[in-house]
């Protein structure tokens, strides 16, 4: 059991540092905890908990050093926390092979616009664009929280290129992002958490190490190079289609 939450805890450093700076953090949860011998039913729903933890502590920090504005962020959190419930309602009703579908399809136009988009990074402005309060504005975003909330491999991706192509810089676009997790997890997690599959023991573990693992990548984050960071996501997307690919054969 000692050995299963030592492994639990790095699980939960490594899937969160990665997830933090380009997502793709379930590319490594899940399947590593699978390979512990836990069952995929509590493997999701500690996953929930653990990355919303992680990124509930990402939030506080980024308040607290004045990275991102409280009265900001509460419509995006709410917003996903709404997605989210949406989404793991929407997931219990839906086989694994559809959503891998869903998400292979999403993958690739990811993939798609991130490429063909070459200066979108350098275009980009220092400061973030002004928010419009338009409706549509929180539509985008309530997609990819019910997705996140239901499913999740990609959806801290989709929110960076989400927030890029909102004229963020990549630095505020993974800030933003950070947010989004949060509500859309804390969704998902209120509904796994009736399932009765969830345990306090596994959670806690990943959520240390998902907190120690977040941290960190933000403290990297400033210091990785623009030229760095859209290889590192054109690589992580590539990775999730490979693996919705495997999944679906």
């Keep these: 059991m000692k050995g299963s939450l030592f492994h639990l805890l790095l699980i939960g450093m490594v ?3 990665v997830g933090t700076l380009a997502g ?8 590593a905890m699978l390979l512990t011998g836990i069952p995929i039913q509590t493997g999701i729903a500690t996953n929930k908990f653990s990355s919303g933890i992680a990124a509930f502590s990402s939030v506080f920090y980024l308040i607290y050093r004045k990275h991102l504005r409280f009265k900001t962020i509460i419509p995006n959190v709410f917003v996903a926390l709404i997605g989210g419930i949406g989404g793991a309602l929407f997931t219990a009703h839906v086989s694994e092979k559809t959503m891998n579908m869903i998400a292979f399809v999403l993958l690739c136009f990811a993939f798609i616009v991130t490429l063909k988009n070459r200066r979108w990074m350098e275009s980009i ?10 409706i549509w504005e929180y539509l985008l975003p309530f997609f990819i929280a019910s997705y996140d909330g239901g499913f ?14 909102k004229h963020h810089t990549y630095l505020k ?12 997890c804390a969704g998902g997690f209120i509904i796994f ?3 009765g599959f969830f345990q306090w023991s596994y ?6 190490g998902s907190m120690i693992g977040s941290q960190m990548g933000l403290l990297v984050l400033p210091r990785v190079p623009l ?8 690589s992580i997307i590539c990775l999730l289609i490979t693996q919705m690919v495997y999944k679906m054969i």
């Design 15 to 17: 899937s969160s540092f």
């Design 24 to 31: 793709g953090g379930g590319l490594i949860t899940l399947p």
């Design 125 to 134: 402005q220092m400061e973030e664009k002004k928010s419009s309060h338009n």
């Design 152 to 165: 999740g491999p990609g959806s801290s991706t989709f929110g960076i290129l989400y927030y890029m192509k």
């Design 173 to 184: 676009a993974v800030q933003l992002t950070r947010a989004l997790i949060f509500g859309s």
């Design 193 to 195: 958490y009736q399932t």
């Design 203 to 208: 959670a806690i573990a990943m959520a240390l």
């Design 227 to 234: 030229k760095i960071a859209k290889p590192l996501l054109v």
